[in-house]
């Protein structure tokens, strides 16, 4: 019987970390070590962030901002101007995600986590990247993408909320700055591809200036949609950028 790509693929992972492992160059780092340096909590220590999000003719401005142990992100609905605004509270072992309602504080509907933003390809899990935050995660050796070399790290869904059961994180070894994810369906087929196109350095981290992101059709393998998020390049010098309050 002939091996599936799936076997062969576990096969030449594990034959590839054992080699890596035993050539005693290159210490592999832990998972949440590249993980904490490709998050936007590095780079939000330094500055808010400014951009947009757009597919097609479809435009509208996106933030996030720092505030204390809160990631908060906001973005301008293309019609009616109303701001829709959310965060993340950050703790050292897990996370929770709310929304701003009515001027109250209320956890984010679990439901909602899955649904697109404004008909684009990124959903509410997407923008707050919650998936960065997975516990456990498990460094899968290094692969290159595009010439560069990365530090690949699987992490599993440690709940049964949002779409992808699990997702794999490429790291650029050199920079630390996140290059690719890929979310998966609980039968290992992709869902959604983000691809960093363009990186900025912030402060003393780099993160994303312009991010591609694919919605893959599981059956196929193809592209059924396709959005860019992007921000701009914060000014050196000045004070913060008014964020949420």
């Not at 109250?104 to 684009?120: D, N, W």
């Not at 709940?159 to 890929?182: F, N």
């Amino acid at each position: 019987m002939n091996p599936t790509p799936s076997k062969i693929f576990a096969l030449t992972t594990v034959l590839s970390l054992s080699v890596f492992s035993s050539s005693g160059q290159e210490a592999q780092p832990p998972a949440d070590t590249l993980l904490k340096t490709a998050r936007f909590v590095a780079t939000l220590q330094h500055q808010d962030l400014k951009g947009h999000i757009r597919k097609n003719e479809i435009k509208f401005p996106v933030g996030l901002y720092m505030r204390g142990q809160d990631i908060q992100l906001s973005y301008t609905q293309p019609e009616g101007n109303k701001d829709v605004r959310f965060h993340m509270r950050l703790n050292e072992k897990h996370y929770d995600l709310f929304e701003l309602e009515g001027g109250k504080t209320v956890r984010f509907p679990e439901a909602k986590l899955s649904k697109a933003i404004e008909g684009t390809d990124l959903s509410y899990e997407d923008l707050a990247m919650r998936f960065l935050y997975w516990p456990n995660g498990i460094v899968d050796g290094i692969q290159e993408i595009k010439g560069q070399e990365c530090w690949v790290v699987r992490l599993v869904n440690p709940t049964q909320t949002g779409r992808y059961a699990q997702v794999r994180v490429w790291v650029h070894k050199k920079s630390q700055a996140l290059i690719q994810v890929v979310g998966y369906n609980a039968g290992g087929r992709p869902l959604k591809r983000f691809t960093v196109t363009d990186v900025m350095k912030v402060g003393d981290a780099y993160t994303l200036r312009r991010m591609r992101v694919d919605t893959v059709d599981p059956v196929g393998n193809r592209v059924v949609g396709m959005t860019y998020l992007e921000f701009d390049k914060p000014k050196a010098t000045g004070p913060r950028p008014g964020g949420l309050r």
